[in-house]
């Protein structure tokens, strides 16, 4: 069973325009979630995170909005830069629960196109 | 600091070889673990460590053996390597406040024929 669900393979987006990468969970547990970026031959990194008690976590040019109640998060990249083109995967935790690791989604790979 | 490296970047090996994966950080990371990534299915873990001397299993940890003798160093046995292990893995380690954020490594592509 799929705990961390990443419904979308792939996603192309002009250069300039908003990314939105979706993601799903359906463990009511999970109260810390994290998005990765990983390109061809590199290990993924870390990228930005947000904790349930928020439902907004902003960096630079990303964001990630959570809601709780229809469990999903979604990443927001605006504006889409050609440099984004990568897999990105949705990461969930339970943050509280000691050393409980990461579970990760399928990955959605972002193509910005020029 | 070089990260989290990892050896070697490219490994073949004949169905019933064994071979250790090095893993090593110099971040002074005590949370470590092993992934591998698989075409279609994300990142699924197979062991962790939160410091040495201490291991757990995770999500796949059938064929695999691990041990932290340092905290620098998390080597991934196969003893005897499946046609099903061909994969990607990826290491990675963490500070334990910021344990989920982990720093991954730039894998290993290893081929099982």
């Known amino acids: 069973d799929q705990q961390v669900k990443q419904n979308s393979p792939s996603l192309s987006v002009q250069e300039g325009r908003i990314s939105i990468l979706n993601c799903d969970y359906t463990?009511?547990?999970?109260?810390?979630f994290l998005w990765y970026k990983k390109y061809p031959a590199e290990g993924p990194t870390f990228l930005i995170s947000?904790?349930?008690?928020?439902d907004k976590n902003e960096d630079g040019r990303f964001t990630v909005f959570l809601n709780k109640s229809a469990k999903h998060l979604s990443l927001h990249i605006v504006p889409s830069q050609p440099g984004d083109s990568a897999v990105y995967f949705c990461?969930?935790?339970?943050?509280?629960?000691?050393?409980?690791?990461?579970?990760f989604g399928k990955g959605t790979r972002l193509s910005v196109i020029a | 600091n070089a990260g989290v490296t990892q050896t070697p970047k490219f490994q073949v090996l004949k169905t019933g070889q064994s071979m250790t994966l090095q893993c090593a950080q110099d971040?002074?990371?005590?949370?470590m673990s092993w992934y591998r990534q698989d075409p279609g299915m994300g990142l699924r873990l197979i062991h962790y460590?939160?410091?040495?001397?201490?291991?757990d299993q995770g999500e796949v940890p059938n064929g695999y053996n691990v041990s932290r003798s340092t905290t620098e160093d998390f080597p991934l046995r196969l003893l005897s390597a499946a046609p099903s292990q061909t994969s990607v893995y990826f290491c990675?380690?963490?500070?334990?406040?910021?344990?989920?954020?982990?720093?991954f490594g730039p894998g290993t592509r290893l081929t099982v024929t």
């Open positions: 990675a380690s963490s500070t334990p406040g910021r344990v989920r954020e982990q720093y």
């Open positions: 971040m002074n990371h005590e949370y």
């Open positions: 990461a969930a935790s339970r943050l509280n629960s000691g050393n409980t690791p990461l579970v």
């Open positions: 460590s939160v410091g040495a001397g201490i291991t």
């Open positions: 463990n009511s547990m999970f109260d810390y």
């Open positions: 947000i904790s349930s008690i928020k």
